[in-house]
């Protein structure tokens, strides 16, 4: 039933939403105003909100030193590579937790999730010792292999949630009628999950798009990422703010427009199984 | 038509190309200097044919990067940027190539280099990094408020006329700070400072049985000496300013002084970006009479992993841009106020190069100032001047720098500070196996 809201209750509500949005966008927002400063008022003591010489010298000067479309294909090789490669690995392994638990399933899914709260740099030195050895440093595919490896407990965890709240009565129905385990999958779990696949796909992209760490650390020249490409703008001595948020604004546009394109789709998906 | 032949054809071309163009990759950190050069590095690859990878990073970023590959013979680099803290650790541990073709080059001429940089780059007499542009600290100071207040700056003064001025300089209505140092906590950045300064007490971090030596009336006096000089002249927020903050302050006529990097003179005299820019003099970093200066030393230096494949290569182009030539052909093309500075004789003899930097003579005094096989009065077992070059060094001394950062912050008292420090250091060192 359908609750009555006083207007007062819902202008203060849609103040709170727009106050809530504000405060989250205004990190972007004060990029989005450096990158177009110079140096020096970007640092200046008493910060300037709009430039008061507005200049573009910050793009061309992050162009002329990095090569902005070579990381920009790199990040979009290993973040969409990774997340369609755990995709495929989840999927079965979702279904199979979801339909076919065992004793034992609930105590893997802990533990993958585990494995999220160990701190990256504990393991550093054996996996970087792995790349050395099968001479996965600085490639797009080691680092592609990395990211599947890095997102595959969260892409299982959403699988998992969102296989949990498909009926197994129709995938018995299914299997009833002769579908084999493939096409239970395929043509009847996989049609049914697209909103909760869909926004396990964008969420992972996402963070794939994001990490750092290993990107950094795995990459020299020819893998690095858009992530790498930002880190380069950072400098202990010297000014190098406006520049750094020209290199972070150009980094975060493609993932930027496709959250704000897509965000019907990730709403959906996040709160897919919300509500019973 | 048949396909065997033209795909063989292909692959036999393909390979040939790739092996008649050589890249080096090149790890260097994101600064003026560094990024100019890579601005001008098509003059070598036009040169030599060899091409060039470039990873710029962040300073911490780098070191942690190059640091994992060199200790794992990763082998991703070809060169890598490194700095004296470095350099003779990691050729003591064998992970660098000795750069003795550099050493025997006349052109290059090795006996250029200025000694004291060049010393702390080597190990056991042999070059294992090549400086590219070095660097001590010294006092920026505003004529005009030193001026205003009465006083003169000695070209050498004491760490007690430095207090007077800087108490005497402080404007607190007109937000001007008598003194501007790093507070922020770090390794290379309040204890770079600390340390530096505290060789001019007659303080060191460890005793000839690397006892460390935080309960000692020189450290004491260090402490007291920053912390009551901070809070009666320095800026507000102090505990977080680094180099950065400090260099903006300046620059918008916020300080009376600030003691650092001589590099930082280049930003300060550039009207571009600074409201004082003619309004700057210099002296060297002050002392206590106990004839050691609280000035660092360090070089950002290239050297050569021993996991490169190239590293005939590597060393051409290290030859390349830390010789005489790569200087003329940065004044050529940028003017010699932007030459790297800090690493040849030469250079500080060069008429067109004292002209064009006011600051270069007292550049070179401050490195010639700088011992970093005695930093301190006292004998100690370590080299170094502003860190001690030991493995270990940079974990401990960020602890004890989160420490004296918390006491300028007044979170904590300077005694507390210090025996804490003692505590920690004393600890980390016997469990390293310094102190048996």
Same mark, same amino acid.
């Given at each position: 039933?359908?609750?009555?809201?006083?207007?007062?209750?819902?202008?203060?509500?849609?103040?709170?939403?727009?106050?809530?949005?504000?405060?989250?966008?205004?990190?972007?927002?004060?990029?989005?105003?450096?990158?177009?400063?110079?140096?020096?008022?970007?640092?200046?003591?008493?910060?300037?909100?709009?430039?008061?010489?507005?200049?573009?010298?910050?793009?061309?000067?992050?162009?002329?030193?990095?090569?902005?479309?070579?990381?920009?294909?790199?990040?979009?090789?290993?973040?969409?590579?990774?997340?369609?490669?755990?995709?495929?690995?989840?999927?079965?392994?979702?279904?199979?937790?979801?339909?076919?638990?065992?004793?034992?399933?609930?105590?893997?899914?802990?533990?993958?999730?585990?494995?999220?709260?160990?701190?990256?740099?504990?393991?550093?030195?054996?996996?970087?010792?792995?790349?050395?050895?099968?001479?996965?440093?600085?490639?797009?595919?080691?680092?592609?292999?990395?990211?599947?490896?890095?997102?595959?407990?969260?892409?299982?965890?959403?699988?998992?949630?969102?296989?949990?709240?498909?009926?197994?009565?129709?995938?018995?129905?299914?299997?009833?009628?002769?579908?084999?385990?493939?096409?239970?999958?395929?043509?009847?779990?996989?049609?049914?999950?697209?909103?909760?696949?869909?926004?396990?796909?964008?969420?992972?992209?996402?963070?794939?798009?994001?990490?750092?760490?290993?990107?950094?650390?795995?990459?020299?020249?020819?893998?690095?990422?858009?992530?790498?490409?930002?880190?380069?703008?950072?400098?202990?001595?010297?000014?190098?703010?406006?520049?750094?948020?020209?290199?972070?604004?150009?980094?975060?546009?493609?993932?930027?427009?496709?959250?704000?394109?897509?965000?019907?789709?990730?709403?959906?998906?996040?709160?897919?199984?919300?509500?019973? | 038509?048949?396909?065997?032949?033209?795909?063989?054809?292909?692959?036999?071309?393909?390979?040939?190309?790739?092996?008649?163009?050589?890249?080096?990759?090149?790890?260097?950190?994101?600064?003026?200097?560094?990024?100019?050069?890579?601005?001008?590095?098509?003059?070598?690859?036009?040169?030599?044919?060899?091409?060039?990878?470039?990873?710029?990073?962040?300073?911490?970023?780098?070191?942690?990067?190059?640091?994992?590959?060199?200790?794992?013979?990763?082998?991703?680099?070809?060169?890598?940027?490194?700095?004296?803290?470095?350099?003779?650790?990691?050729?003591?541990?064998?992970?660098?190539?000795?750069?003795?073709?550099?050493?025997?080059?006349?052109?290059?001429?090795?006996?250029?280099?200025?000694?004291?940089?060049?010393?702390?780059?080597?190990?056991?007499?042999?070059?294992?990094?090549?400086?590219?542009?070095?660097?001590?600290?010294?006092?920026?100071?505003?004529?005009?408020?030193?001026?205003?207040?009465?006083?003169?700056?000695?070209?050498?003064?004491?760490?007690?006329?430095?207090?007077?001025?800087?108490?005497?300089?402080?404007?607190?209505? *007109? /937000?001007?700070? $008598?003194?501007? =140092?790093?507070?922020?906590? %770090?390794? @290379?950045?309040?204890?770079?400072? &600390?340390? !530096?300064?505290?060789?001019?007490?007659?303080?060191?971090?460890?005793?000839?049985?690397?006892?460390?030596?935080?309960?000692?009336?020189?450290?004491?006096?260090?402490?007291?000496?920053?912390?009551?000089?901070?809070?009666?002249?320095?800026?507000?927020?102090?505990?977080?300013?680094?180099?950065?903050?400090?260099?903006?302050?300046?620059?918008?006529?916020?300080?009376?002084?600030?003691?650092?990097?001589?590099?930082?003179?280049?930003?300060?005299?550039?009207?571009?970006?600074?409201?004082? *820019? /003619?309004?700057? $003099?210099?002296? =060297?970093?002050?002392?206590? %009479?106990? @004839?050691?200066?609280?000035?660092? &030393?360090? !070089?950002?230096?290239?050297?050569?992993?021993?996991?490169?494949?190239?590293?005939?290569?590597?060393?051409?182009?290290?030859?390349?841009?830390?010789?005489?030539?790569?200087?003329?052909?940065?004044?050529?093309?940028?003017?010699?106020?932007?030459?790297?500075?800090?690493?040849?004789?030469?250079?500080?003899?060069?008429?067109?190069?004292?002209?064009?930097?006011?600051?270069?003579?007292?550049?070179?005094?401050?490195?010639?100032?700088?011992?970093?096989?005695?930093?301190?009065?006292?004998?100690?077992?370590?080299? $170094?001047?502003?860190?001690?070059?030991?493995?270990?060094?940079?974990?401990?001394?960020?602890?004890?720098?989160?420490?004296?950062?918390?006491?300028?912050?007044?979170?904590?008292?300077?005694?507390?500070?210090?025996?804490?420090?003692?505590?920690?250091?004393?600890?980390?060192?016997?469990?390293?196996?310094?102190?048996?």
């Amino acid at each position: 039933m359908a609750r009555n809201v006083s207007t007062g209750t819902k202008v203060g509500f849609t103040i709170a939403a727009w106050a809530v949005a504000l405060i989250l966008f205004s990190p972007i927002l004060w990029v989005l105003l450096t990158a177009f400063k110079t140096e020096a008022e970007a640092i200046s003591n008493t910060p300037t909100f709009f430039p008061q010489n507005f200049t573009l010298e910050n793009f061309s000067a992050v162009q002329d030193r990095s090569d902005y479309f070579k990381h920009a294909i790199n990040s979009i090789l290993v973040s969409v590579g990774s997340t369609l490669l755990g995709l495929i690995i989840g999927i079965p392994a979702a279904w199979s937790m979801a339909f076919a638990p065992s004793k034992k399933t609930k105590d893997i899914l802990m533990w993958m999730l585990s494995t999220k709260m160990m701190p990256a740099v504990g393991v550093l030195i054996p996996i970087y010792l792995i790349f050395r050895d099968l001479r996965l440093l600085d490639t797009v595919h080691g680092l592609t292999l990395i990211m599947t490896l890095i997102n595959l407990p969260i892409i299982i965890w959403m699988l998992y949630t969102y296989f949990k709240e498909i009926p197994v009565d129709i995938l018995e129905a299914a299997r009833m009628d002769g579908a084999e385990l493939w096409n239970e999958i395929v043509h009847v779990l996989v049609p049914m999950a697209v909103p909760g696949i869909a926004s396990t796909l964008l969420l992972n992209v996402i963070l794939a798009w994001n990490e750092a760490f290993w990107t950094i650390t795995l990459t020299s020249g020819r893998a690095g990422t858009l992530t790498a490409f930002i880190s380069s703008f950072s400098s202990p001595q010297g000014l190098f703010l406006a520049k750094l948020s020209a290199a972070s604004l150009l980094a975060i546009a493609p993932i930027l427009l496709m959250g704000w394109f897509s965000q019907k789709q990730l709403v959906r998906g996040l709160t897919f199984g919300a509500v019973k | 038509m048949k396909l065997t032949p033209i795909l063989v054809g292909a692959f036999t071309l393909a390979l040939a190309a790739s092996a008649s163009a050589q890249t080096l990759t090149i790890a260097t950190v994101n600064n003026g200097d560094m990024i100019r050069m890579q601005g001008l590095s098509s003059a070598f690859t036009e040169e030599t044919g060899i091409e060039l990878n470039w990873v710029v990073l962040e300073e911490n970023t780098l070191r942690q990067n190059v640091t994992t590959d060199i200790a794992t013979n990763g082998g991703q680099y070809d060169v890598m940027t490194i700095g004296t803290y470095e350099a003779p650790i990691w050729a003591k541990q064998g992970w660098l190539k000795p750069l003795d073709g550099l050493a025997a080059d006349a052109e290059y001429d090795v006996d250029d280099l200025l000694p004291p940089i060049r010393d702390g780059l080597s190990y056991e007499g042999k070059l294992y990094a090549a400086p590219f542009y070095g660097e001590s600290s010294f006092i920026m100071y505003r004529t005009d408020l030193m001026e205003k207040a009465g006083l003169t700056m000695p070209e050498a003064p004491t760490w007690e006329f430095i207090g007077e001025a800087a108490r005497a300089m402080t404007d607190r209505d *007109a /937000d001007i700070n $008598g003194i501007c =140092l790093r507070g922020k906590a %770090g390794w @290379g950045e309040n204890m770079a400072f &600390l340390t !530096a300064m505290s060789n001019s007490f007659g303080a060191r971090w460890f005793d000839e049985n690397w006892q460390p030596q935080f309960n000692t009336p020189e450290w004491k006096s260090t402490l007291d000496t920053y912390l009551s000089l901070m809070a009666d002249a320095g800026p507000t927020g102090a505990s977080s300013n680094g180099f950065n903050e400090n260099l903006t302050l300046f620059q918008q006529g916020k300080c009376g002084m600030w003691i650092d990097a001589t590099v930082a003179a280049s930003f300060v005299t550039n009207p571009a970006d600074s409201t004082v *820019a /003619d309004k700057v $003099g210099f002296a =060297l970093a002050p002392d206590t %009479g106990l @004839g050691k200066r609280g000035n660092w &030393l360090w !070089a950002w230096s290239l050297a050569i992993p021993n996991s490169s494949q190239n590293a005939e290569a590597a060393e051409q182009f290290i030859n390349w841009a830390t010789s005489k030539d790569y200087l003329a052909l940065v004044a050529e093309k940028e003017g010699w106020a932007n030459v790297p500075p800090g690493t040849r004789i030469s250079l500080y003899e060069n008429p067109d190069y004292q002209a064009a930097a006011p600051f270069a003579e007292m550049t070179m005094g401050s490195i010639y100032a700088a011992d970093p096989s005695q930093p301190s009065v006292k004998p100690v077992p370590y080299v $170094g001047v502003q860190f001690v070059a030991i493995p270990e060094f940079a974990g401990i001394a960020t602890n004890v720098g989160q420490l004296f950062s918390a006491a300028l912050a007044g979170q904590m008292s300077a005694d507390d500070a210090l025996a804490q420090a003692q505590d920690a250091t004393l600890r980390d060192m016997t469990r390293a196996g310094y102190i048996k």
